[in-house]
Structures are given as C-alpha cells and as structure tokens.
C-alpha cells in the first residue's frame, strides 16, 4: 500500500519564526513529489515542487531524501497569510496509473 | 485564461440517489483526475483519464465511474450513493500523464448526502 505520513499537527507559530514540516513516504517507485497548499474549504494549489538537489522559491525551501524516502519544507519568515494545511504529495513516474498520493496534511497557523 | 472549472459547486443527495459531476480541464491538458477529500482527510484518488481512456484507478467501489469526452471535459457519476459519500470531490486536469509538472486543482463539488 502506497502512504504518505505527515504529522498532523497543528503547529502554532509565531509570526517571523521558521517552522519546518517533514513526510515520509513507502512507495520507492515514487519519482514526482511536491508540497501543496490548502486553505479552509478551498481546494489544493502547488506550492512547489521537490527535486533531488533541492529547491528554493523565496522563503520556501523544499529537500528530497530518497534513501530515506524524506520529504521536508522549510519556511523562513513566517507570514500570517501562511498559515494553511501543507499537504505532501508524491507521484510515480511518468504521471502513474494510480494519481497522486496525498498525506493528511499538516495544519500551521501564524500567530501575530 | 480559465483553470479548471467544476460544477456544481454544492449538493445535496438523499441516500440511494445518483449524482453526476463535472469538470472542464485547462485549455490544452488532456489529463483529468478525480480525487475524493472527507473532512480532516488528503484527497483521495479516484480515477485518472488521458485522451479519453481511463488510466488508472483508486480503491474506490463499483459505484463510481467516469468518462471523459472528446473535448476533454469529465463527468464522475456516483450510484446509490451513501452517507459515507458525502465529501469535496476535486478535479485536476494536467499535461500529459503528469510529468512532474503538477496537477492544478478545480475548486471542487461539496456533495453532502443526507
């Protein structure tokens, strides 16, 4: 069976401070990963993808692990507009016959 | 340009009920996926549908089928429907078969079943 683990959370965090989210995922066959955000009964928007060498799009960070199986995302500088549900996703190669895989997600909230 | 557009935006089925449910992909993907997301939940996969063909398919009952149409819009129709149904049904249409590009999101259907 095919997982994506988050922790849940919820982390509350100050405004300005850097919070770190990791997952872990089981399918080894995984090849695409990415982050997605989603706001309160909104649906899931790409925040980025994740690369081997690791990516940077201003205060996010995105590392992949694959010995590990290890996805993590850091941001810098929190804002109050951050505060959302991070889902992990990860997708076999080639797109995958059997879609994205999503974890539970973990749910951050900016304090001012 | 549109994204992906779904409708309707809300439901309400008794149980037993049939629903249908529709998706227009962005201009020029020809991938559809549906994802099933209950409350506290990630969206779960239903199905995924490239140039008209089912491609994949989630652990999801008999009950659940969808087709995808020439011009590569998608409906996911739902028979008998349970309580247990109710929740935000999510399209996403992408370039082909994904390609690590990620899939962009429709707003969703908000069935609730009562």
């Known amino acids: 069976r095919k997982e994506v683990e988050q922790d849940p959370g919820p982390f509350n965090v100050p405004e300005g401070a850097t919070v770190a989210f990791n997952c872990t995922y089981s399918n080894s066959a995984s090849q695409s990963f990415f982050w997605y955000r989603q706001d309160c009964r909104k649906e899931p928007k790409l925040l980025m993808s994740?690369?081997?060498s690791g990516n940077e799009d201003g205060r996010f960070t995105a590392q992949l692990n694959r010995a590990s199986q290890y996805i993590s995302l850091l941001i810098r500088d929190s804002k109050l507009s951050d505060s959302a549900t991070y889902l992990c996703v990860v997708n076999e190669a080639g797109g995958g016959a059997d879609g994205l895989t999503f974890g539970k997600g973990t749910h951050l909230i900016i304090q001012p | 340009d549109a994204g992906v557009t779904q409708s309707p935006t809300h439901l309400i089925k008794t149980r037993g009920q049939h629903v249908t449910l529709r998706c227009s992909p962005i201009s020029g993907h020809k991938s559809v996926s549906w994802y099933q997301q209950v409350l506290g939940q990630g969206p779960q996969f239903i199905f995924q549908y490239y140039e008209k063909e089912e491609r994949g398919r989630g652990n999801f009952p008999d009950r659940f089928s969808a087709r995808q149409f020439p011009n590569y819009s998608s409906e996911l129709n739902v028979n008998a429907l349970l309580l247990g149904d109710s929740a935000l049904y999510l399209c996403?249409?992408?370039?082909?078969?994904?390609?690590?590009?990620?899939?962009?999101f429709g707003s969703g259907t908000r069935l609730t079943v009562v």
């Open positions: 996403a249409s992408s370039l082909p078969r994904g390609r690590g590009h990620g899939y962009t």
């Open positions: 994740v690369y081997s």
